[in-house]
Structures are given as structure tokens and as C-alpha cells.
């Protein structure tokens, strides 16, 4: 049977792979690759041999067995693996899938008569310690032409990949970042400085939503960032398919509140729920503080929130507060009302400052000075300032069912 009727024979039967035979040449060849045929995965080659020693039906199998090999592109698979040995289960699935269609498989090829049930990775290291074996048989009989420098080219192929993900990440996470302070900016009055940055405060007197503060609080809170992976996956048809994987990470989170007498534990608690809401995948302990650190609570849910109670109320101690939280941990919170001299030595930590006013010392408009507390160098510290008349503290009803105050106009 001439070549033509060869291939038109097989696109009746595989229509889908229409396409892949229509830009495909096939020519006849005098190699000395000692098979009837083989493919570079743009041409098939095809020896006079062939037609003498097999049938009608059998030119059809060794032809249809390298168009195969093209469509589920095999060629380009041999990286990190033996040639020889991958080609030889990559043959016998698709020698197995021709015979499951009705066609003659000639004598002397490779017969897995299993081999359909397992993927090209099970199939492979069921005959890896036969390793040596095929390698000579495969030698001997079959041949298949592969792309020079395969794996350099695919290896460039990710690397150019990994660096445009990254580089697209990096210049949406700059934009982010411009556009939030750019809000950030027209819903605050005038901003405070802490390590460089500028967070926004509540000018005195003022009413922001509360959606502000929560803002506010979001922006300098530490979340884990997400990892997101490039990888190539090999499914089962044999298709080299790219994926990208996102994994959140996870972080440790202490938050010590200063339990001197001026501190309103129901304001507290709604910064706490708060908290754990922009810190949903971080370990969250919660301790009390004044003059000495009472010990951790850990925070799971509300119901620990809310079985929180002040312990202390006696004076106040910033060093104590901040010497009192593990080294390792990824957020370091102090909530307070800010009225005591803060250690200068401590970036790391973050107070969140909560008072009906920005305490003098906090404040480089103020002029005041009772010569109590020294004018704080804003460069040294990193807090943030929430006006306690914007948190709205919720209260218990009757039936201790949690409500918030409603100001009904008449």
C-alpha cells in the first residue's frame, strides 16, 4: 500500500489528529537507523523494508505508532530520564492503545500486554531494574530522533518563565501598595511617621467611619505572604502541562495589653477581634501587662476573646512589656494608651496607641511639656494612633447575646 492510502486509512480512524498529520512529511529514507520508521516530531521516515517485510495492516500500526508518539509528544519528555528506557514503556502503552483500536501489531515490537494500566512513570520504574536489558534490545531494534540540548532549552524555557512571574508579581505588589497609601492619604487628616513610613492618623475631634481604623490597623499588621510556585506536571496522556501553585504561609502573632487602671477592656477586645481577622492564618497568644507580664492566653475564636480579663491595673512599664515577648515571633503588638516613656531600642515592636487624644509626646505639633514624659524621636519607634471614640465597643444584652449600640434619631 503506497503511503498515501497509508495515511488517509488513519485519518478516517483518528480524525482528531487531522491537523497533526496534515503539517506532518513523510518521506522515504535509506538510514541506517535500524527500524522501519521513526519520527523527529516533524517528519516520519519510512524504510523500503518496510513495505516488504510487513502487511497492509501492520504499515498501518508502525505508522499510526509514530504519530502517537508526535501527539503525545514524547520527544519531549526525556529529561532526567534514560532514553531508551522511557521510550521503551512510552512503546508499549502506544503499541497497547493500537491494539485496543483493531490494529495488527507486527511480530517483534515491544508487547506489554499490561501496560495500559499503569501511567508512564509506574510503567518505568517496573522496568527500571531491568535497565540494562532494554537498553541493548532498544539499541538493536528502534530508534527515535530527539531535539538537541532538549533539557538546556526547556530549562531556559522555566527560568524565563519563573523570572517574568516574578517580575509581574513584584510590579502588581508596588502597585498595590502605591494605590492603598494613595487612600490611605485622603482618608487621614495629616500622617505620623514610624520607621520611615507614613501611617495615617485621626486628627483630634474627628469622626472617621470605623472602617478607618481597621484600615489602618490592616496596614501595619504583618501577614505571611503568599509562595506561588511554577512547575511543569506530566499528566498521564503524556502532555507536559505548566501549573502554578499558591500556598499561604503561617506566622506567630503576641499581643501584650497594657492593663494599667486607664485602659477600656471592651475597646480593647474590638481591636483583638480585629486582629484576628486580618491575622487569620497566625498563631495568636494574647498576655497582660503593667509594671510585670502576667503570662500567654491563646486566641482560637471570639469565645477566647471574650473570656479575656484584665489582670493588673497597676502602673505602667513599656520595657517590661517589651522584653516580655518571645524572639521569634513574626508580629509584635502592644496595645495602650501610650501614656509612659517608650524604649527607644525596639523597632520591632508595634504600639497601637488608643486614646481620645494623641498623647503630647506622640504628637510633634504639641508644644506642651509637664516634664513628665520626654518628646518621643517618631524615627525610633513604629506605632499607629486609633482614636477610641471611632471603635464602636459592642455590649451584652439580657440574654448575653452580643449587640452594638444603635444611635436612634428622633
Known amino acids: 500500500m503506497e503511503i498515501d492510502n497509508i495515511v488517509k486509512n488513519l485519518l478516517i480512524k483518528y480524525p482528531l489528529f487531522g491537523n497533526i498529520i496534515a503539517n ?51 520527544l519531549n519528555r526525556n529529561i532526567g530520564r534514560d532514553r531508551d528506557l522511557l521510550n521503551y514503556v512510552e512503546d508499549a502503552i502506544i503499541n497497547q492503545l493500537l491494539v485496543r483500536d483493531g490494529l495488527t501489531m507486527p511480530q517483534g515490537l515491544v508487547d506489554v500486554p499490561d501496560a495500559l494500566d499503569y501511567s508512564t ?42 523570572q517574568d512571574l516574578m517580575d509581574e508579581n513584584s510590579k502588581l505588589r508596588n502597585e498595590m501598595i502605591n494605590d492603598y497609601q494613595e487612600e490611605l492619604k485622603e482618608k487621614a487628616q495629616y500622617g505620623k511617621v514610624a520607621l520611615g513610613l507614613e501611617f495615617p492618623s485621626v486628627e483630634v475631634g474627628k469622626a472617621y467611619p470605623l472602617l478607618f481604623w481597621k484600615d489602618l490597623l490592616k496596614a501595619s499588621l504583618i501577614n ?106 513574626d508580629n509584635k503588638i502592644v496595645i495602650t494608651d501610650g501614656w509612659c516613656d517608650f524604649p527607644l531600642d525596639r523597632p520591632d515592636v508595634l504600639w497601637i496607641v488608643i486614646d481620645n487624644q494623641l498623647p503630647y509626646h506622640l504628637d510633634p505639633d504639641s508644644s506642651y511639656s509637664n516634664g513628665w514624659l520626654k518628646k518621643v524621636d517618631l524615627s525610633k519607634i513604629n506605632f499607629i494612633f486609633i ?17 452594638f449600640e444603635r444611635k436612634i434619631q428622633n
Not at 121 to 131: A, I
Not at 140 to 162: G, P, R, V, W
Not at 389 to 403: F, G, T
Request: net charge negative.
Open 24 to 74: 506532518l512529511k513523510f518521506i522515504l529514507t535509506n538510514s541506517f537507523v535500524p527500524a522501519p520508521a521513526f519520527t523527529d516530531g516533524v517528519n516520519v521516515y519510512y524504510k523500503q523494508e518496510f513495505f516488504d517485510d510487513f502487511t497492509t495492516h501492520e504499515q498501518e500500526f508502525v505508522i499510526a505508532h509514530e504519530l502517537f508518539h508526535i501527539v503525545l509528544s514524547h
Open 121 to 162: 512513570d509506574e510503567l518505568y520504574m517496573r522496568f527500571l531494574p531491568n535497565l540494562n536489558e532494554i537498553k541493548k534490545w532498544m539499541q538493536a531494534n528502534t530508534y527515535h530522533l530527539e531535539i538537541q540540548d532538549l533539557n538546556d532549552i526547556l530549562n531556559k524555557i522555566y527560568d524565563s518563565d519563573i
Open 224 to 329: 505571611p505572604s503568599e509562595t506561588i510556585t511554577s512547575f511543569y506536571e506530566v499528566e498521564m496522556d503524556g502532555v507536559i502541562r505548566k501549573e502554578l501553585k499558591q500556598d499561604l504561609g503561617f506566622s506567630e502573632s503576641e499581643i501584650i495589653i497594657d492593663s494599667s487602671s486607664s485602659m477600656d477592656m471592651k475597646k480593647i477586645k474590638v481591636i483583638l477581634r480585629e486582629c484576628k481577622n486580618i491575622l487569620y492564618c497566625s498563631d495568636i497568644r494574647v498576655g497582660f501587662c503593667d509594671t510585670k507580664f502576667y503570662g500567654w492566653n491563646d486566641i482560637r475564636n471570639d469565645i477566647d476573646i471574650d473570656k479575656l480579663h484584665i489582670i493588673g491595673r497597676g502602673g505602667t512599664d513599656f520595657e517590661a512589656m517589651a522584653k516580655s515577648f518571645s524572639s521569634n515571633v
Open 387 to 403: 482614636n477610641e471614640n471611632d471603635i464602636q465597643a459592642p455590649e451584652y444584652n439580657k440574654d448575653k447575646c452580643l449587640v
